[in-house]
C-alpha cells in the first residue's frame, strides 16, 4: 500500500545533480515501496530548459513517476502563472492537490519551499 506520494517540482528536480535530501529522497522511494515519487511533465520541462539533460535523467529513473498535463491542469497553471507562479510550480500545485485516484495525501517535495508560501498545498522541504 503506498502511503506516501510526493510531487516534485522543477527546484527539486534541478536538485537532482548533487543535493544530498533530494537523492536520499529518490534512493527511499526505490527501496521503500509505500513512497512513490511524481514529477509533472512541465515540470521536467521547465529543468529540462535550465538543464539539458534532465529530462533523459529523470527518464531513466525507475522510481519516479510522470504526471500528464490535461486540460484542467493547463488552466490551472495558466492561472497560476498570471499569479506570479512560474509553471513548473504551478504544475506540482496542480498535481499534488487534483489527483485523488491516488488514495492518499500528496505532498509537493521541495527545495524552495518559499513558492508554495500561501498557496494551500502541503510541502515536505527537502532544505531542513
Known sequence: MILHHLVLD????????GNRQVSALVHR???????RLWAPALSVLEADRERLGIAEHVGQLEVLHIVDLDYPAVLAVAEMHRDGVRPGIGAAIHAARHLPEWGAGALVATVDVKAYKGRGVPVLDLER
Do not use: C, I, R, V
Request: no cysteine.
Open 10 to 17: 522543477t527546484p527539486t528536480l534541478l536538485a537532482l545533480a
Open 29 to 35: 522511494a526505490h527501496f521503500e515501496t509505500e513512497t
